[in-house]
């Protein structure tokens, strides 16, 4: 072609249609040929086998032996259904088994409360025994003088006023036989007195307190814990004038898992009202002076240690436990006791010099 040729474009030949049909058949065989490679192969489902296990035991004093044991697995049974097409058909059931350990169950156990006794038996020759102390809901109690008192740490009032003190050498020696470690306070009479909404020498008493009687101390410091000796600083003095009162306001906040309070319950409950002077009483249930009647309602500082008290059964605060040598307790107290989870109860047999047998 010379350059004065003009340049023509040429169209590339269409492919027949023979071409086409053959290109696709090819495509077909193949896909064919790889589905037939591709399941002719067989499923072949995992084989399921036995799971060892190793047990570890030992003697005491002596190493661990340590020995295999073949567990079969577990095979589900499928359900079945028992049916009848007659109305008066009846259907008898197999006996059931026992469940037993050699049935495969995993262990047997058996316990008693928080702090109790537990007991295990396993199913593959494993068993074991153990007790301990749990917490304070869980304690297990100790007899003294006709009452279980539940406590690991004791608070005791002991009542050292002067128709008390012949008592309290056997009381005291009587509580450490279950709490060699309790401590041991000693103020003069059991007084519970409120004014207006507080305890009188109590955790928030400030102010002019009524005229009340007062008394030494008579705690032997000695035989105090390190703990119990700066309580004792703490509300000595609060103490001696504020009697019982002041002594249950100030330990609801220590940390004393039972309160322990022995006297004849004489003073009883008294409740002032501010005034200007002199504070005046509008309710006693003191066995020397009554005013009042019964006591409707309760005053702010009352409910403030009835709602510490109902705390103890799940260990929240500590249990409360009165012995009285003549009258029963207040109202007001044994409401403390009952709230708490406590006792109340009467030595009077001490009068007698006897020796009453625990519970």
């Known amino acids: 072609m010379t350059i004065s040729e003009p340049m023509i474009a040429r169209r590339p030949q269409a492919r ?21 490679i591709v399941f002719r192969q067989p499923v072949v489902l995992p084989k399921q086998e036995f799971t060892s296990h190793t047990v570890v035991g030992g003697k005491s004093g002596g190493p661990a032996v340590s020995r295999p044991v073949q567990r079969k697995p577990k095979v589900p049974s499928p359900q079945k259904r028992l049916t009848t097409k007659s109305a008066s058909a009846t259907l008898a059931l197999p006996p059931m088994k026992e469940m037993t350990p050699e049935m495969g169950l995993s262990g047997l156990s058996g316990g008693m409360g928080k702090g109790g006794f ?5 199913s593959f ?4 025994l153990g007790a301990g102390l749990g917490n304070r809901a869980g304690f297990v109690g100790r007899p003294v003088m006709g009452a279980f008192i539940r406590a690991k740490r004791v608070a005791v009032y002991l009542d050292c006023s002067g128709s ?13 036989k279950q709490f060699p470690d309790a401590d041991v306070f000693r103020f003069d009479g059991a007084r519970v007195v409120g004014l207006d909404e507080v305890v009188v020498y109590g955790r ?8 009340l009687r007062e008394g030494p101390t008579q705690t032997v410091v000695e035989t105090l814990t390190p703990a119990g000796k ?3 600083t703490k509300v000595r003095t609060a103490c001696e004038k504020g009697s019982l009162g002041a002594w249950v306001d100030r330990l609801l906040a220590e940390s004393y898992d039972a309160l322990v309070v022995f006297s004849d319950f004489q003073d ?13 009483l509008i309710y006693s249930d003191s066995s020397y002076h009554k005013v009042g009647g019964v006591q409707k309602g309760h005053v702010r500082w009352q409910r403030e240690w009835l709602e510490v008290f109902a705390k103890a059964p799940h260990g929240g605060g500590p249990r409360l436990y009165l012995f009285t040598v003549q009258q ?17 109860t009467s030595v009077s047999w001490l009068k007698k010099g006897g020796r009453k047998a625990s519970p």
Do not use: T
């Not at 020759?125 to 074991?128: E, T």
């Open 164 to 176: 008390m003190r012949s008592y309290l050498p056997h009381v005291e020696a009587e509580i450490r």
């Open 16 to 36: 027949s249609l023979r071409s086409l049909l053959l290109s696709l058949g090819m495509h077909g065989l193949l896909v064919v040929a790889a589905c037939w």
């Open 125 to 128: 020759g494993g068993n074991g």
């Open 268 to 280: 009883g409950v008294r409740l002032y009202q501010a005034k200007k002077g002199e504070p005046k």
């Open 118 to 122: 537990g007991r295990g038996l396993g």
């Open 204 to 211: 928030r008493f400030h102010g002019d307190p009524p005229r």
């Open 328 to 344: 029963e307790p207040q109202a007001f107290l044994k409401a403390c006791v009952a709230a708490s989870g406590g006792a109340a």
């Open 230 to 232: 700066l309580v004792q």
